[in-house]
């Protein structure tokens, strides 16, 4: 089954930064891949579609993009209410959707 | 508004059986693909199974297949998730999530999602 690797798994961030967070397939997806944000106690919220072109479900300072093994989620400038773990999800295709395993983001 | 309310969850013995409910409300439940993903405690996101728009197709991630049943019933706005065969790490908060696309084969992404059921697997 293809595997999602995402990096970092952690990472320090200041108010207002641009931070960048990878999803590395092990083989090509296209734009096959969807973004969530998850707070502690929360439930997942989904920030981006799998979709081409790319749809954004979430506030515009988070985009998405890549395409064939690597995809990238941006967030052009951080707010405090960013603070929360990112997955990307494997989407439009035949299944298993697997995860991510995470990237914890600290504001 | 769409609604998802899970129920059914608890303690159970490894080797028993345990079934899930999600009850949905606010959309046309047989038009959209419905999932259950999973969240061991203190870990990431694990999809486990779908079920396509018309019950066309039913999927299972490998830690599942054979052991757990997805279903739903179109009259009820019902879905359920059937766990045979439990095992200790099959411990975790199981979520029923609702996929944007409509009478699609493919979900593109889950915004839906209920506040989760909580299953322990322990003797």
């Known amino acids: 089954d293809l595997q999602l690797t995402q990096s970092p798994s952690f990472l320090s961030a200041s108010v207002g930064d641009r931070v960048t967070i990878t999803c590395r397939a092990s083989?090509?997806?296209?734009?096959?891949l969807a973004w969530y944000q998850q707070k502690p106690g929360k439930v997942p919220k989904l920030l981006i579609y799998?979709?081409?072109p790319v749809q954004s479900r979430g506030p515009s300072r988070f985009t998405g993009s890549g395409s064939g093994t690597k995809f990238t989620l941006t967030i052009s400038s951080l707010q405090p209410e960013d603070s929360a773990t990112y997955y990307c999800?494997?989407?439009?295709?035949?299944?298993?959707?697997?995860f991510g395993q995470g990237t914890k983001l600290e504001i | 508004q769409v609604q998802l309310v899970e129920s059914g969850g608890g303690v159970v013995q490894p080797g028993r059986s345990l079934t899930l409910s999600c009850a949905a409300s606010?959309?046309?439940?047989?038009?959209?693909?419905m999932h259950w993903v999973r969240q061991a405690p203190g870990k990431g996101l694990e999809w486990v199974a779908g079920?396509?728009?018309?019950?066309?197709?039913?999927y299972y991630a490998d830690s599942v297949e054979g052991r757990f049943t997805i279903s739903r019933d179109t009259s009820t706005n019902m879905m359920y998730l059937q766990m045979d065969s439990v095992r200790p790490e099959d411990t975790a908060v199981y979520y029923c999530?609702?996929?944007?696309?409509?009478?699609?084969?493919?979900?593109?992404?889950?915004?839906?999602w209920g506040q989760g059921a909580l299953v322990t697997v322990t003797s």
């Open positions: 999530a609702k996929d944007e696309a409509r009478n699609s084969d493919f979900p593109i992404g889950f915004y839906y």
């Open positions: 606010g959309f046309t439940f047989s038009n959209f693909g």
């Open positions: 079920i396509s728009y018309g019950d066309i197709n039913k």
């Open positions: 083989q090509g997806i296209n734009n096959y």
């Open positions: 799998a979709a081409s």
């Open positions: 999800q494997l989407l439009n295709t035949n299944p298993p959707y697997t």
